[in-house]
C-alpha cells in the first residue's frame, strides 16, 4: 500500500526559532498535497493546499508567512513553522492525493511539535 | 471551517457490541470517508462511500449515507479492545479540490 512518511516524528524547539518538517511520498507520486494541524483531543484542521509547482492555497486563519509550504517534488512536500511560539504546538499532519486516483489521500503519521 | 458534526462524542461498550457512530455535514459532497485514529498517531482510512452510493461494506464496518438528510453512518460489527480509537468522518467537497473537511470525531472506547 501507498506510504507517506514524515520527519521528524517529534521535535522539541525554543521560542523564536523555526522548524521544518518533510512529508514525503515512498511508493507514489503526488500532484495536491495537504497540511493539517490537530490540537490535543480535537480534530484535523486544514491548514493548506499545495499543488506541485504552484504556491499552496492558504485556508482562512492561516497565516501564510508563518506556515511556509514548499511543495519540492511530486513527492516531497516541507512546512516550515518560523519563529514558533507555545500555541503553536500541536500535532501537523500532511497527506498526499495520488495522482492518479484523485479521491484517495494518503496520511504521513504526524509530527508533534512542542514549543518551549 | 468544520463541514462535519458526529455524535456521540464519546462511545464506551463492551467487547462484541456493535458501535455506531454519526456524520452530519452542511455543503453537497463527492464522497465522504471515514478514518480512524489511534492515539498520538497518523490517520487510517477505513472506507470511502460516494455521493451516489447508498451503502458500503468492508469486513466489520458498515457504512450508510444519505445524501438528502446530509448524513452517515459507521457501524462496527462485534467491536474487539484494538477497535479502540478514534473515529473521524471527512467529506470531500464537490469542489475538485479534494479537500477534505473532517468532522470533531467519536472517541470509542471497547472494554475487554
Known amino acids: 500500500g501507498a506510504v507517506v512518511s514524515q520527519h521528524p516524528s517529534r521535535v522539541i524547539c525554543k521560542s523564536g526559532t523555526s522548524v521544518k518538517i518533510e512529508c514525503r511520498s515512498l511508493d507514489f507520486q503526488a500532484t495536491t498535497m495537504f497540511w493539517y494541524r490537530q490540537f490535543p483531543k480535537q480534530s484535523l484542521m486544514l491548514m493548506a493546499t499545495?499543488?506541485?509547482?504552484?504556491?499552496?492555497?492558504?485556508e482562512q486563519g492561516v497565516e501564510k508567512d508563518k506556515f511556509l509550504i514548499n511543495h519540492a517534488s511530486l513527492t516531497l512536500s516541507t512546512l516550515t513553522v518560523t519563529s514558533a511560539h507555545p500555541e503553536d504546538s500541536s500535532f501537523y499532519i500532511c497527506?498526499?492525493?495520488?495522482?492518479?486516483?484523485?479521491?484517495?489521500?494518503?496520511f504521513g503519521p504526524g509530527t508533534r511539535l512542542l514549543v518551549l | 471551517s468544520q463541514q462535519g458534526e458526529e455524535d456521540p462524542q464519546a462511545l464506551s461498550i463492551q467487547e462484541g457490541e456493535n458501535a455506531t457512530m454519526n456524520c452530519s455535514y452542511k455543503?453537497?459532497?463527492?464522497?465522504l470517508q471515514w478514518y480512524r485514529q489511534n492515539s498520538g498517531r497518523g490517520l487510517v482510512h477505513l472506507i470511502l462511500i460516494r455521493s451516489n452510493e447508498r451503502e458500503k461494506h468492508s469486513g466489520r464496518l458498515r457504512v450508510t449515507l444519505d445524501t438528502s438528510k446530509k448524513s452517515s453512518s459507521l457501524l462496527i460489527t462485534a467491536s474487539r479492545a484494538a477497535d479502540t480509537a478514534s473515529y473521524f468522518c471527512?467529506?470531500?467537497?464537490?469542489?475538485?479540490?479534494?479537500?477534505?473537511?473532517f468532522g470533531q470525531g467519536t472517541t470509542l472506547q471497547v472494554k475487554p
Open positions: 471527512a467529506t470531500d467537497l464537490a469542489s475538485n479540490t479534494g479537500k477534505l473537511i
Open positions: 497527506s498526499m492525493l495520488e495522482i492518479l486516483s484523485k479521491e484517495t489521500q494518503y
Open positions: 455543503t453537497s459532497i463527492n464522497n
Open positions: 499545495s499543488n506541485e509547482g504552484s504556491k499552496a492555497t492558504y
